[in-house]
């Protein structure tokens, strides 16, 4: 830094939040000395700059804090992958549904999958229906966000909560 950037004078906060009054700088970093404190620039916009007396470590220390306690709160959207082959039988297909919809009921979003393998994928039309079939019985409970696509050996769907 150039003597440009460096103010002289500076409005002085004490640690309890007093003001001290306009001090040279050389005097604030003194008396944060003498009290084991930093001298941290709180608004250098004003004229003169606002500086705090302070403990520069306690200060990250709290921002951390409030940062950890921010995440924790955050909603994370979660994926649900749910696996199938296009010549599964009635009952397991229920139980499929019925997993989907307590995921979607649950705000997580549910990718289907439906597998062909070998010489199945002469039958993807039957695959691309079942996907449709399960897309539009979830209606009530979700919104298609992709639906059935053909990639490679796979029938992809993805469905997302309705929002309410």
């Known amino acids: 830094m150039d003597d440009k950037q460096v103010p002289h004078l500076v409005r ?20 944060a000395a003498s009290k084991e404190l930093d ?15 302070e403990d520069a470590g306690r200060r990250k220390y709290l921002a951390n804090k409030s940062q950890r306690k921010a ?8 994926t649900k992958v ?3 082959r296009y010549s599964i039988s009635a009952n397991d297909y229920q139980t499929k549904l019925r997993h989907a919809s307590q995921f979607l009921k649950c705000g997580c979003t549910v990718q289907l999958l439906v597998t062909l393998r070998g ?22 409970v979700s919104a298609c966000e992709r639906g059935p696509i053909l990639d490679g050996k796979v029938v992809t769907s993805l469905l997302s909560p309705q929002i309410r």
């Open 82 to 84: 749910l696996k199938m």
């Open 119 to 140: 010489r199945e994928i002469a039958h993807s039309k039957l695959a691309i229906d079942l996907s449709r079939r399960f897309v539009a019985e979830l209606n009530a």
């Open 39 to 53: 001298v941290l620039i709180v608004n250098p916009l004003s004229e003169p700059p606002v500086a705090q007396l």
């Open 71 to 78: 995440k924790l709160k955050q909603h994370r959207i979660e």
């Open 12 to 31: 002085l906060i004490d640690e309890q939040g007093n003001q001290i009054g306009v001090v040279t700088l050389r005097e604030a970093r003194e008396l």
